[in-house]
């Protein structure tokens, strides 16, 4: 399910988009260099990004599963560029019609990967499983000549009630 190509298929600017045929409608930034509590500060503004967006107060059970989904990802990508790429530098949150899209921009050399030597019922290295399993995809953006990265991904939007 989850992959690190580079972007998602007809991807070929700085603009998240969801698909091909369907651009990001609204992307949401927010800087996090040199800020404290980052991973608390970026849940809060998806918070606020999916109550604009009417996902929030929720009008059903999986309208709520689905927005707890986004705050999950965001956190577990935030910590993630704070554990082990030197903090995050900005978080984007774009929405179309059928999906959401989180990024998370880092200085960081490395690359997500799932660990393989996670184990279950422990603390740590279960961030990754995560992301895989909530979304519906998710990679690795690495722009030529630039230091970092950033990780994307896609979840799915709730469906109408």
Same mark, same amino acid.
Request: hydrophobic share 35%; net charge neutral; charged share 25%.
């Given at each position: 399910?989850?992959?690190?190509?580079?972007?998602?298929?007809?991807?070929?600017?700085?603009?998240?988009? !969801?698909?091909? =045929?369907?651009?990001?409608?609204?992307?949401? &930034?927010?800087?996090?260099?040199?800020?404290?509590? /980052? *991973?608390?500060?970026?849940?809060?503004?998806? &918070?606020?990004?999916?109550? +604009?967006?009417?996902? #929030?107060?929720?009008?059903? +059970?999986?309208?709520?599963?689905?927005?707890?989904? *986004? $705050? $999950?990802? !965001?956190?577990?990508? *935030?910590?993630?560029?704070?554990?082990?790429?030197?903090?995050?530098?900005?978080?984007?949150?774009?929405?179309?019609?059928?999906?959401?899209? @989180?990024? @998370? #921009?880092?200085?960081?050399?490395?690359?997500?990967?799932?660990?393989?030597?996670? &184990?279950?019922?422990?603390?740590?290295?279960?961030?990754?499983?995560? @992301?895989?399993? $909530?979304?519906?995809?998710?990679? /690795? *953006?690495?722009?030529? +000549?630039?230091?970092?990265?950033?990780?994307?991904? =896609? $979840?799915?939007?709730?469906?109408?009630?």
């Amino acid at each position: 399910m989850g992959t690190t190509r580079p972007r998602p298929a007809g991807d070929h600017g700085a603009e998240p988009q !969801v698909t091909a =045929e369907e651009p990001v409608r609204q992307v949401r &930034r927010l800087r996090l260099i040199g800020t404290t509590g /980052v *991973v608390s500060r970026a849940r809060e503004f998806t &918070r606020q990004a999916l109550h +604009d967006w009417g996902w #929030l107060p929720a009008a059903d +059970d999986d309208q709520y599963a689905a927005a707890e989904d *986004v $705050l $999950l990802v !965001v956190s577990e990508l *935030v910590t993630n560029a704070c554990l082990h790429a030197g903090g995050p530098e900005e978080l984007r949150v774009g929405r179309g019609g059928k999906l959401v899209r @989180v990024e @998370v #921009l880092d200085r960081g050399s490395g690359t997500p990967a799932l660990r393989t030597t996670r &184990r279950p019922g422990r603390p740590g290295g279960h961030g990754m499983f995560i @992301v895989q399993r $909530l979304c519906l995809d998710w990679g /690795v *953006v690495r722009e030529p +000549d630039a230091a970092g990265k950033t990780v994307w991904a =896609e $979840l799915g939007t709730p469906t109408p009630s």
